[in-house]
C-alpha cells in the first residue's frame, strides 16, 4: 500500500476505511469502555479565538453528507503521512514501539509516571502541550522515560501512538506493569475541546475515534489499580469531570468550571491559558502541583480581567491522603532548573 495519500486511491480509501471501521466497531475492537458514549463529532470551532470550547448542541453530519466530509478530510490530510487506514491499523504496533521506550521505576522511593492525551488533531496547542509535558517530566522532575504520549496531529501520525479510548486504555494496561501501583503517582493530562454536556473531543479525521465523557473516563480509571491519582483535563465545561474522578488519593485539576468555557486555544496559539499557567508558569515556580494550581488560578483571573473574558474558573479536589503523597514525592525527587516552554516542531 502506497505510503502516500495518492488522489486517485481517495475513494477507495474513504471506502475501505469505512468499512474497516464498521467491522471492528461491531466486533468491539476500537471500543473497550461503557455505554452509553457521546456520539462522534466533526471537529468543531471554537466560538472565540481562545475559547476550548465544542458545544455539544452542534449538529453531526447527515449521513448523506458524510462523503463529502470524508473527501474534505481527505484533501486536508498530510501527503506525507501514511494514509488514515495504515495508520488505523498500526496503532497496535505503535502502542509497542511506545510502550518499549518507557523507563522502568526507580526501586526504593515514590515514581511518578505521566500519560499525556492530546485529543484534537485539529489545533497544534494540544499536542504542544502534550510534548512539552514529556520534556518537563525529563528535565525538571528528574524522570526521562516516565512519559507515555498519545497525540492526534498531522505531524506525528508516524510517530506517535493516536489518542484514543482504545490506546488509553493500553497505555494504562502497561504503566500498571511498569508501576508499583500501590506506591508511585500516575500523572494524566488531557487537553482538547469540550462541550457544554462534558464531552471531550477526540478527532483524527477522518479516522473513526470514539469520544471521552465523564463517566467513560471514569470507568477505564477504575479497571486500573492506581492508589495515586493525579488527573488534570484542560478543555472547555472541565469541571463536569470532578464529580466523577475524585476520591481517595486522588487530586483532580480542571482548566474551567462545570458550566464555564476556558481560552487559549486557536491557530494563533501555542498553548492554552490554562496549560501556560500551571504547566509552564505554575510548575516551573514551583514542583509542588496544589500551589503551582493556585498560582495558575491566580493569573488566569488576571488574564481574563484584561481581556474582558468571562471567568473560567479552574476547578481543584483534593482527596484524602494525595497532599502528602506529593510531598513525600517531592522530597525525594531530583528536581531540576525550570524548564522554559517551546513550540513543538
Known amino acids: 500500500m502506497p505510503s502516500h495519500l495518492d488522489p486517485r486511491r481517495r475513494t477507495a480509501i474513504a471506502t475501505l476505511t469505512a468499512f474497516a471501521a464498521g467491522v471492528l466497531l461491531t466486533i468491539g475492537v ?25 458545544p455539544a448542541s452542534a449538529a ?19 501527503t506525507d503521512a501514511p494514509t488514515p487506514e495504515q495508520v488505523f491499523t498500526a496503532q497496535p504496533e505503535a502502542m509497542r514501539r511506545a510502550v518499549a521506550k518507557l523507563a522502568p521505576r526507580t526501586p526504593g522511593k515514590t515514581n511518578v509516571y505521566a500519560l ?14 502534550a510534548e512539552y509535558l514529556d520534556t518537563l517530566m ?11 504520549v498519545l497525540e492526534n496531529h498531522p505531524a506525528t501520525l508516524s510517530t506517535r501512538p493516536l489518542a484514543s479510548w482504545t490506546n488509553l ?21 488531557v487537553a482538547t475541546h469540550g462541550g457544554d454536556d462534558h464531552s471531550l473531543l477526540v478527532d483524527m479525521d477522518p479516522i473513526p475515534l470514539d469520544q471521552l465523557d465523564p463517566d467513560g473516563l ?23 469531570f470532578v464529580p466523577k474522578l475524585k476520591g481517595t488519593g486522588t487530586l483532580v485539576l480542571t482548566s474551567a468550571r462545570a458550566d464555564r468555557t476556558s481560552f487559549g486555544c486557536g491557530a494563533d496559539s501555542d498553548i492554552t491559558y ?20 493556585g498560582r495558575a488560578r491566580r493569573e488566569i483571573a488576571a488574564w481574563e480581567t484584561k481581556d474582558a473574558l468571562e471567568p473560567s474558573e479552574p476547578q ?25 516552554f517551546t513550540a513543538a516542531r
Open 30 to 54: 476500537l471500543r473497550f469502555g461503557p455505554e452509553p458514549l457521546t456520539a462522534r463529532r466533526e471537529p468543531l470551532a471554537a466560538p472565540a479565538a481562545v475559547a476550548t470550547a465544542a
Open 60 to 78: 453531526t453530519v447527515a449521513p448523506a453528507d458524510e462523503g463529502v466530509a470524508d473527501e474534505a478530510a481527505l484533501d486536508t490530510w498530510p
Open 116 to 129: 499525556a492525551f492530546a485529543a484534537d488533531g485539529s489545533e497544534d496547542v494540544f499536542r504542544n502541550e
Open 138 to 148: 525529563a528535565r525538571r522532575f528528574g524522570a526521562p522515560g516516565h512519559t507515555l
Open 169 to 189: 486504555e493500553a497505555g494504562l494496561d502497561a504503566l500498571a506493569k511498569i508501576m508499583d501501583p500501590k506506591e508511585d503517582i500516575l500523572l494524566l493530562y
Open 218 to 240: 471514569a470507568d477505564i480509571l477504575g479497571k486500573h489499580a492506581f492508589r495515586w491519582k493525579v488527573l488534570v483535563v484542560n478543555a472547555c465545561y472541565s469541571g463536569g
Open 274 to 293: 490554562f496549560g501556560r499557567a500551571w504547566l509552564a508558569d505554575g510548575l516551573n515556580a514551583t514542583p509542588d502541583f496544589i500551589d503551582a494550581f
Open 316 to 340: 481543584i479536589d483534593v482527596g484524602a491522603g494525595i497532599e502528602e503523597k506529593l510531598a513525600a514525592w517531592r522530597k525525594r525527587a531530583a528536581i531540576g532548573p525550570a524548564v522554559p
